[in-house]
């Protein structure tokens, strides 16, 4: 093996390590923009927003766990302006934690569209699985310091007949969650054909 070989190789690794970087780095930045634009529901503390993509596509183009990294970005940088007492993000964080690691790790064994789009399926039916106890004993339980419980029990019964905060959150909650992922696996499948050789660094 010549020196030269072993010298080219280094430098492509090099360069691979700082375009992971830079790409995670654009994405964890795209990913917190993305947090601000929330779509209001039914529910009005319950909005709708695309922050997961980005983490979705890094988990697709460079690993599950750069996907994981980007969630962890995002919402390290939304503490500066949290309104729930650093408690939202950390649910955000766990379930789309959750969301891009799944979906990566099954994409990562066969690197097809057939298998990026069943693994996200897979990875926002198990996020919308862990969305019950995540807002049943960790979000929830703040809320309560600031809304009584009775009210926000309220805000579900003017939508649809339930009679507890656990029927809410299973028959609202668990839904959303599972359909926001959804459209996230559904535009990641119409945009990471054309943006991977970006995310690669392979535009030449």
């Known amino acids: 093996m010549s020196k030269e070989y072993i010298i080219n190789q280094n430098e492509k690794t090099k ?18 923009a993305l947090q601000y634009l929330e ?5 009005n503390f319950i909005a709708l927003d695309f922050s997961d993509l980005p983490a979705l596509l890094g988990a697709f183009a460079y690993g599950p766990i750069a996907g994981v990294l980007i969630e962890l970005v995002k919402n ?3 503490l500066a302006v949290s309104r729930s007492g650093y408690v939202g993000e950390l649910s955000n964080f766990i379930l789309g ?10 994409y990562q064994k066969h690197k097809t569209k057939k298998s990026a789009i069943l693994g996200g399926v897979i990875g926002a039916l198990i996020m919308a699985v862990v969305s019950y106890p995540s807002n049943l004993f960790v ?6 310091n600031f809304m009584p419980k009775e009210a926000v029990l309220g805000v579900y019964q ?17 839904p959303f969650t599972f359909i926001k992922g959804l459209i996230s696996v559904a535009i990641s499948a119409l945009i990471y054909k054309p943006l991977r050789p970006f995310l690669k660094g392979k535009t030449k």
């Open 15 to 32: 360069a691979n390590k700082t375009h992971l970087i830079v790409g995670c780095g654009v994405l964890a930045a795209v990913a917190t």
């Open 158 to 174: 003017a939508l649809f007949k339930v009679n507890s905060i656990e029927m809410a959150i299973l028959i609202y909650n668990v």
């Open 76 to 78: 390290v940088i939304h």
């Open 39 to 43: 779509i209001p529901s039914p529910v």
């Open 139 to 144: 979000v929830y339980p703040f809320y309560y």
């Open 97 to 106: 934690a959750v969301f891009t690691l799944t979906a990566g790790l099954i």
